[in-house]
T-cell receptor, first 115, second 112 residues
Framework: GAGVSQSPSNKVTEKGKDVELRCDPISGHTALYWYRQSLGQGLEFLIY????????KSGLPSDRFSAERTGGSVSTLTIQRTQQEDSAVYLC?????????????FGPGTRLTVL | TQLLEQSPQFLSIQEGENLTVYCNSSSVFSSLQWYRQEPGEGPVLLVT?????EVKKLKRLTFQFGDARKDSSLHITAAQPGDTGLYLC????????????FGTGTKLQVIP
């Protein structure tokens, strides 16, 4: 079956522009997560969706970052007025249920470069 | 905030050597997961350990959960070039809703 997909795979933008990153989770997975990864290091949690609601958005670094999920499926992470420090790989993951010892299935990520 | 420190941060070894990666925290976790991430891909779950002192083996990889459930180790025997990647531990908190905490990562390179 299809795994988690993300688009675009690479995005180069100029400082100050807005970007939208898309995540298509595994069908039927109710939980969806966004993470940020810099320089091939650990994962920084951004936001967690259960269905269409986001019970935990504590990891969003500023009000320039927002995310939504529609139809319990596709999610979009939007970064407004991008800054150079936003450059990173943005990873999306889904799991059949919410937080816990459930395996998270990750997409390949979107590499964002802000010039 | 629960932190998971991994050591070493980087490791470059020759094929056939053994190695151990450590994942340490001051917090207690109900379970701990290990993921491996290859370049250009997302992390993939290798194993979940749930009982203090538990040891799990996956071919040449041996995972151990500390008795106090605060730490874990990953031991690789006779490393192969296919083991190259970023290894991430992830702690699952106990008691109600809390998000999974990922470790700082260990980048392993196995040279043929």
């Amino acid at each position: 079956g299809a795994g988690v997909s993300q688009s675009p795979s690479n995005k180069v933008t100029e400082k100050g522009k807005d970007v939208e990153l898309r995540c298509d989770p595994i069908s039927g997975h109710t939980a969806l997560y966004w993470y940020r990864q810099s320089l091939g290091q650990g994962l920084e949690f951004l936001i967690y969706f259960q269905g269409n609601s986001a019970p935990d958005k504590s990891g969003l670094p500023s009000d320039r970052f927002s995310a939504e999920r529609t139809g319990g499926s596709v999610s979009t992470l939007t970064i407004q007025r991008t800054q150079q420090e936003d450059s990173a790989v943005y990873l999306c993951a889904s799991s059949p249920r919410g937080w816990g010892a459930n395996e998270q299935f990750f997409g390949p990520g979107t590499r964002l470069t802000v010039l | 905030t629960q932190l998971l420190e991994q050591s070493p941060q980087f490791l470059s070894i020759q094929e056939g050597e053994n190695l151990t990666v450590y994942c340490n925290s001051s917090s207690v976790f109900s379970s701990l997961q290990w993921y491996r991430q290859e370049p250009g891909e997302g992390p993939v779950l290798l194993v979940t350990v749930v009982t203090g002192g538990e040891v799990k083996k996956l071919k040449r990889l041996t995972f151990q959960f500390g008795d106090a459930r605060k730490d874990s180790s990953l031991h690789i025997t006779a490393a192969q070039p296919g083991d190259t990647g970023l290894y991430l531990c992830a702690g699952v908190p106990s008691g109600g809703y809390q998000k999974v905490t990922f470790g700082t990562g260990t980048k392993l390179q196995v040279i043929p």
